[in-house]
């Protein structure tokens, strides 16, 4: 039984991580297709009751701060479109993607909130560094920092939200 737990958990992990490289490589296209795919195996699969209402308010969230920050200059697109001209697609996409992770293969990190805000701080920004150089995305030379700030404030908040 704990072998099969542990499978879910790494297939949880090795869908996020196949989700973000399939959004930041394949573009807003691609994104539309293998994530809302992703999305939609996990919310049909694996979520718990009620999960898809953090899944949806994460998404929502990021449409706001990485929004925020692009208006701010963080990000340079180019000639991508975008979604409520803020963010693209796939850039976006990745936000609901992250959030499948927290229930789940993450679980373990919230018990350990100055941890999380550790691996917010790394994980964020080097998420951010390496898709912007795999999607010709411009950054801002305080993006990065911002980011790390972020990250970590938000990896607090949700190990604050999921004691709850």
């Given at each position: 039984?704990?072998?099969?737990?542990?499978?879910?958990?790494?297939?949880?992990?090795?869908?996020?991580?196949?989700?973000?490289?399939?959004?930041?490589?394949?573009?807003?296209?691609?994104?539309?297709?293998?994530?809302?795919?992703?999305?939609?195996?996990?919310?049909?699969?694996?979520?718990?009751?009620?999960?898809?209402?953090?899944?949806?308010?994460?998404?929502?969230?990021?449409?706001?701060?990485?929004?925020?920050?692009?208006?701010?200059?963080?990000?340079?697109?180019?000639?991508?479109?975008?979604?409520?001209?803020?963010?693209?697609?796939?850039?976006?996409?990745l936000w609901p993607l992250f959030a499948?992770?927290?229930?789940?293969?993450?679980?373990?990190?919230?018990?350990?909130?100055?941890?999380?805000?550790?691996?917010?701080?790394?994980?964020?920004?080097?998420?951010?560094?390496?898709?912007?150089?795999?999607?010709?995305?411009?950054?801002?030379?305080?993006?990065?920092?911002?980011?790390?700030?972020?990250?970590?404030?938000?990896?607090?908040g949700i190990s604050r939200f999921y004691?709850?």
């Amino acid at each position: 039984m704990a072998s099969r737990k542990w499978q879910a958990l790494l297939f949880n992990a090795l869908r996020f991580e196949a989700g973000w490289l399939l959004c930041v490589v394949g573009g807003s296209s691609v994104a539309a297709l293998a994530g809302g795919g992703l999305l939609a195996w996990h919310l049909w699969r694996c979520a718990l009751p009620g999960e898809w209402r953090f899944i949806a308010g994460f998404a929502l969230l990021g449409l706001v701060i990485d929004g925020g920050l692009q208006r701010l200059g963080g990000f340079e697109f180019n000639d991508q479109a975008l979604v409520l001209g803020l963010l693209p697609l796939w850039l976006w996409m990745l936000w609901p993607l992250f959030a499948t992770l927290v229930y789940h293969s993450l679980a373990w990190l919230w018990r350990y909130p100055l941890l999380a805000a550790l691996c917010g701080a790394v994980s964020g920004p080097l998420s951010y560094y390496g898709g912007a150089l795999l999607a010709e995305v411009s950054l801002a030379p305080w993006l990065l920092p911002a980011q790390a700030l972020i990250w970590a404030s938000l990896c607090v908040g949700i190990s604050r939200f999921y004691k709850r």
